[in-house]
């Protein structure tokens, strides 16, 4: 079955901290993997996006890791700040169509001064 | 448009309404997708056009739920006889021709009473 699983489920930080959020996915065949950040009341807005070749990928203070081999990402923020607070969200993309996304449940963090 | 827009951003329904959700893409985005996100999670795909053409609707959850985009641009989606489960945000998203990123609007927050 295709999932995407994310850690933690939320995540409070100070701000100018750095952290980790990570994403598992059972998803096959893989064609994309990227990193949304949702704000309250938003729609979800790309971070990043890694292809099958790509092992890391740099976005200002925003950089994402990707293992094809293990189908784990991971998030890293450096030197938070308060307007990073939101749902961090990791979604897959099968290869077949292009059109099949698999969403993570997200990470909600919190960065407080 | 500069971005996809949704209308209306908050909607209140009495159980048995009908609703119906509009959304703008961006302008010459070919391909228009639905998402329902329920509270905590992340977006569950609904359904797919390319155009006119809805090329997927696997994950509607039940014939209540209707989407169209007859001139291959807005779209609307209708629930019918609206039931408490349909509360949950319904973003939508477009994508230009062979592309591989999504454009989300800011969603529609439906809440049936």
């Known amino acids: 079955k295709n999932q995407v699983e994310q850690s933690p489920q939320s995540l409070i930080i100070l701000e100018g901290k750095n952290c980790t959020l990570q994403?598992?996915?059972?998803?096959?065949?893989?064609?994309?993997l990227r990193w949304y950040k949702q704000d309250t009341g938003r729609g979800p807005v790309s971070l990043t996006i890694?292809?099958?070749?790509?092992n890391t990928k740099s976005n200002g203070r925003y950089t994402a890791t990707l293992d094809a081999d293990t189908k784990q990402s991971s998030l890293h923020i450096t030197a938070s700040q308060l307007s990073d607070s939101a749902s961090y969200i990791c979604?897959?993309?099968?290869?077949?169509?292009?059109?099949?996304?698999?969403f993570g449940t997200g990470t909600s963090l919190t960065v407080i001064p | 448009g500069a971005g996809v827009s949704q209308s209306p951003r908050y909607k209140v329904a009495k159980r048995g309404q009908d609703v119906a959700l509009r959304c703008d893409p961006i302008?010459?985005?070919?391909?228009l997708f639905w998402y329902q996100q329920a509270l905590g999670q992340g977006p569950e795909f609904l359904t797919y056009?390319?155009?006119?053409?809805?090329?997927?609707k696997s994950g509607l959850p039940s014939d209540r739920f209707f989407a169209e985009r007859p001139e291959g641009s807005v779209s609307t989606l209708k629930i019918q006889r609206t039931q408490q489960e349909d509360s949950a945000v319904y973003l939508c998203?477009?994508?230009?021709?062979?592309?591989?990123?999504?454009?989300f609007g800011p969603g529609t927050r439906l809440t049936v009473l």
């Open positions: 998203a477009s994508r230009l021709a062979g592309g591989n990123e999504q454009f």
């Open positions: 994403c598992n996915y059972t998803v096959s065949p893989f064609s994309n």
């Open positions: 890694m292809t099958f070749s790509e």
């Open positions: 979604v897959v993309t099968v290869t077949n169509t292009g059109n099949q996304f698999y």
């Open positions: 302008s010459g985005h070919v391909s």
């Open positions: 056009f390319q155009n006119e053409a809805q090329l997927d």
